[in-house]
Nanobody, 124 residues
Framework: QVQVVESGGGLVQAGGSLRLSCAAS????????MAWFRQVPGNEREFVAA????????YYTDSVKGRFTISRDNAKNTVYLQMNSLKPEDTAVYYC?????????????????WGQGTQVTVSS
């Protein structure tokens, strides 16, 4: 069982920045593919960004490219999502996801464990 805990959400004005953090338990963190998804009430959970176990590759949905950066610190069992130039349409609950065994993907079905989510609200 892997415990996943997000932090760093909050309220920010449009154009501002936030950094989300996600801590995942387990001795095998360095083999996990990690991702961020987000969800607005009434909508499906959508992919935001992902990073491979070695951080050699990162992936982003088009709407956040150039504004968001995903990174990881394997020594701290933590993945980050730096969000800059935030827009009201970025408002959502952001979820951290873990994929085991060196996998990573862009669909929610490829992930094995999820956090409880952290609310990000961007005011106009």
């Amino acid at each position: 069982q892997v415990q996943v805990v997000e932090s760093g959400g909050g309220l920010v004005q449009a154009g501002g920045s936030l950094r989300l953090s996600c801590a995942a338990s387990g001795r095998s963190f360095s083999t996990y593919g990690m991702a961020w998804f987000r969800q607005v009430p009434g909508n499906e959970r959508e992919f935001v960004a992902a990073i491979t176990w070695s951080a050699s590759n990162t992936y982003y949905t088009d709407s956040v490219k150039g504004r968001f950066t995903i990174s990881r610190d394997n020594a701290k069992n933590t993945v980050y999502l730096q969000m800059n130039s935030l827009k009201p349409e970025d408002t959502a609950v952001y979820y951290c996801a873990v994929a085991l065994n060196l996998r990573v993907g862009k669909t929610r079905y490829e992930y094995d464990y999820w956090g409880q989510g952290t609310q990000v609200t961007v005011s106009s």
